[in-house]
């Protein structure tokens, strides 16, 4: 079992930057795939960053709507992947969630809310 707790949501101007934090529990944290979501009002839950730890180095992936503004890492020894948010857009206003995935294990955190105001 894997428990996450995410925490840096707020309320902020466009243009503005926020920093998500996800703290996971339980398994092995270095052996799961490690993203970021969100959902906004109305809308599906859509992937926004995956990071997986590598040998060599991480392996990152972004949607297109947040490239060159978003990034994803992670810090294995303290069990945490982090969301650096900039440069946000009031369209970038959802409830984010930190998934952690192994195989066919998949586990959420309880979400966290981001408002960006125009």
């Known amino acids: 079992q894997v428990q996450l707790v995410e925490s840096g949501g707020g309320l902020v101007q466009a243009g503005e930057s926020l920093r998500l934090s996800c703290a996971a529990s339980?398994?092995?944290?270095?052996?799961?795939?490690m993203g970021w979501y969100r959902q906004a009002p109305g809308k599906q839950r859509e992937l926004v960053a995956t990071?997986?730890?590598?040998?060599?180095?991480?392996?990152?992936n972004y949607v297109d709507s947040v490239k060159g503004r978003f990034t994803i890492s992670r810090d294995n020894a303290k069990n945490t992947v982090f969301l650096q948010m900039n440069g946000l857009k009031p369209e970038d206003t959802a409830v984010y969630y930190c998934?952690?995935?192994?195989?066919?294990?998949?586990?959420w955190g309880q979400g966290t809310q981001v408002t960006v105001s125009s």
């Open positions: 998934n952690a995935r192994l195989a066919a294990l998949s586990y």
């Open positions: 339980g398994r092995i944290f270095t052996n799961y795939v």
């Open positions: 990071i997986t730890s590598g040998i060599t180095r991480d392996n990152i």
